[in-house]
């Protein structure tokens, strides 16, 4: 057979003995319909359809706001925006969370900004307070104004609910499913990595020059690969990429420690030190990140095992002697990325014991931009005292590096966005392998149409 009919019979799935849970397709079975095909450039370039999505989608969705471990203690509260709506959730003194309008009841004055804490909620314009359940506590003066209602004056809530150790908001309170109904199969699926249990070793923000659909569409597919990062291409198999999709949301399972079946003779050895280089979310090469950086990629022989075994061997190993639980975690599992895109913007590239977490907004007014979050959690070694999170750090757009691979993406997302703006262009052509990105205009139109 030629490589290109290899491909067609995706023959690596079998040479390599990789395995693919239920419900999962190679791109072949996820063929579009024509309209599907054609996504119009003005849905990224818009102000009109950016409003309307404003509107319509972000302020009625769940979206994640922090780690619960970033307000473990009663009145802790971290601010989050969504376009020109500003929320404040708040741990409560039975342990749950509330979220609030950011906004003083009297002269609209934002509450708090940031991160901390406080045994209350008081405006620092004119000192009206609220308790930490939003019921108002003090007015000062109240005798010169006229009828104010303590219920009426409560902070305006949002709904606010946990899952695997994340903080979700969502603006429509009384119109919105439960985070529970929302996430569905997602939150089975991924709750045998024991998200809960990570810890941010990396956390950064930044804004970037693109629409945030086409921030979050860059990171659905592996078609682009081949052409943004070659330098990932010995170590995984974007051929054999499987999809799914979840309701609103999907995923994809794309193996690692395979070479792409785009090349020809790739020895273990190249894939292995591709691996432990290269792969950016992974629990076992932790030290040998970066082309330069990092310590030496010890050498291993590949004579009793090939390198996906092995790899899939040594991860399960450090996981023991860290304490982690893998039980309900298969080989493939253990070095794959299982990556899931919780629409409308979190996006997690996940393994055993480590994942990579996106999350993307819209920019309030301008549709050529975005704001970008990125973590990476990995599962601290249970034997030890478990390390606090990494602090934010913002960076400017094109200030430092988020290594090789994410700065690949982030330079080239702006020139996508550019290249919408062409006159002769007022559509874009995607494929099956970017069916996933497909299904996030779909999920857009569904939102828009209930108004």
């Given at each position: 057979?030629?490589?290109a009919n290899?491909?067609q019979?995706?023959?690596?799935a079998?040479v390599w003995?990789?395995?693919?849970?239920?419900?999962?397709?190679?791109?072949?079975?996820?063929?579009?319909?024509?309209?599907?095909?054609?996504i119009p450039?003005?849905?990224?370039?818009?102000?009109?359809?950016?409003?309307?999505?404003?509107?319509?989608?972000?302020?009625?969705?769940?979206?994640?706001?922090?780690?619960?471990?970033?307000?473990?203690?009663?009145?802790?509260?971290v601010?989050?925006?969504?376009?020109?709506?500003?929320?404040?959730?708040?741990r409560?003194?039975?342990g749950?969370?509330?979220?609030?309008?950011?906004?003083?009841?009297?002269?609209?004055?934002?509450?708090?900004?940031?991160s901390?804490g406080?045994?209350?909620?008081?405006?620092?314009?004119?000192?009206?307070?609220?308790n930490l359940?939003?019921?108002?506590?003090?007015?000062?003066?109240?005798?010169?104004f006229i009828?104010?209602?303590?219920?009426a004056?409560?902070l305006?809530?949002?709904?606010?609910?946990?899952?695997?150790?994340?903080?979700?908001?969502?603006?429509?309170?009384?119109?919105?499913?439960?985070?529970?109904?929302?996430?569905g199969?997602?939150?089975?699926?991924?709750?045998?990595?024991?998200?809960?249990?990570?810890?941010?070793?990396?956390n950064?923000?930044?804004?970037v020059?693109?629409?945030?659909?086409?921030?979050?569409?860059?990171?659905?597919?592996?078609?682009h690969?081949?052409?943004?990062?070659p330098q990932l291409?010995?170590?995984?198999?974007?051929v054999?990429?499987?999809?799914?999709?979840?309701?609103?949301?999907?995923?994809?399972?794309?193996?690692?420690?395979?070479p792409?079946?785009?090349?020809e003779?790739?020895?273990?050895?190249?894939?292995?030190?591709?691996?432990?280089?290269?792969?950016?979310?992974?629990v076992?090469?932790?030290?040998y990140?970066?082309?330069?950086?990092?310590?030496?990629?010890?050498?291993?022989?590949?004579?009793?095992?090939?390198?996906?075994?092995?790899?899939?061997?040594?991860?399960?190993?450090?996981?023991?002697?860290?304490?982690?639980?893998?039980?309900?975690?298969?080989d493939?599992?253990?070095?794959?990325?299982?990556?899931?895109l919780?629409?409308p913007g979190?996006?997690?590239?996940?393994?055993?014991?480590a994942?990579?977490l996106?999350?993307?907004?819209?920019?309030?007014d301008?549709?050529?931009?975005?704001?970008?979050?990125?973590?990476?959690?990995?599962?601290?070694?249970?034997?030890?005292?478990?390390?606090?999170?990494?602090?934010?750090?913002?960076?400017d757009?094109?200030?430092?590096?988020?290594?090789?691979?994410l700065?690949?993406?982030f330079?080239?997302?702006?020139?996508?966005?550019k290249g919408?703006?062409?006159d002769?262009?007022?559509?874009?052509?995607?494929?099956?392998?970017?069916?996933?990105?497909?299904?996030?205009?779909?999920?857009?139109?569904?939102?828009?149409?209930?108004?």
């Amino acid at each position: 057979m030629t490589i290109a009919n290899d491909r067609q019979a995706h023959a690596n799935a079998e040479v390599w003995n990789i395995g693919y849970p239920p419900g999962v397709d190679f791109a072949e079975k996820h063929m579009l319909t024509a309209e599907q095909t054609r996504i119009p450039t003005s849905r990224y370039t818009s102000e009109e359809f950016l409003a309307q999505e404003l509107e319509c989608l972000w302020k009625r969705t769940w979206q994640m706001v922090c780690r619960a471990e970033e307000i473990p203690e009663v009145g802790d509260y971290v601010d989050y925006a969504i376009a020109d709506q500003e929320w404040l959730v708040v741990r409560q003194e039975d342990g749950g969370v509330k979220a609030f309008a950011n906004a003083c009841r009297h002269r609209g004055n934002k509450i708090r900004s940031g991160s901390g804490g406080s045994t209350e909620l008081r405006c620092q314009y004119h000192h009206w307070c609220w308790n930490l359940d939003g019921s108002l506590r003090e007015v000062p003066d109240r005798h010169l104004f006229i009828a104010i209602d303590d219920d009426a004056y409560a902070l305006a809530e949002a709904a606010c609910s946990t899952w695997a150790g994340f903080v979700f908001i969502n603006p429509d309170l009384h119109g919105a499913p439960s985070l529970e109904e929302w996430l569905g199969e997602v939150a089975t699926q991924l709750a045998p990595f024991h998200l809960d249990r990570m810890r941010a070793t990396t956390n950064m923000s930044t804004t970037v020059s693109c629409n945030w659909k086409v921030a979050v569409e860059a990171f659905l597919e592996v078609y682009h690969v081949q052409g943004i990062h070659p330098q990932l291409m010995p170590m995984i198999d974007d051929v054999n990429t499987a999809f799914e999709l979840l309701g609103p949301h999907s995923r994809m399972i794309t193996p690692f420690g395979v070479p792409s079946m785009r090349l020809e003779d790739v020895p273990d050895a190249m894939v292995y030190q591709a691996f432990m280089r290269q792969s950016g979310s992974t629990v076992v090469n932790q030290d040998y990140r970066g082309e330069k950086g990092g310590s030496e990629v010890p050498e291993v022989s590949f004579e009793d095992q090939n390198v996906r075994e092995y790899l899939i061997q040594h991860t399960r190993e450090k996981g023991v002697t860290m304490g982690h639980d893998y039980s309900g975690l298969d080989d493939d599992q253990m070095i794959d990325d299982w990556h899931y895109l919780i629409f409308p913007g979190l996006v997690f590239n996940t393994h055993a014991g480590a994942f990579l977490l996106f999350r993307v907004r819209p920019h309030p007014d301008d549709p050529n931009r975005c704001l970008f979050d990125l973590w990476r959690y990995t599962w601290p070694d249970e034997n030890q005292p478990t390390p606090e999170p990494a602090p934010n750090v913002h960076l400017d757009e094109g200030e430092g590096s988020y290594g090789l691979v994410l700065d690949q993406d982030f330079a080239n997302l702006p020139r996508v966005q550019k290249g919408l703006h062409s006159d002769h262009l007022d559509a874009i052509t995607i494929s099956a392998q970017e069916v996933r990105v497909a299904h996030v205009h779909t999920v857009v139109d569904q939102f828009l149409a209930d108004g």
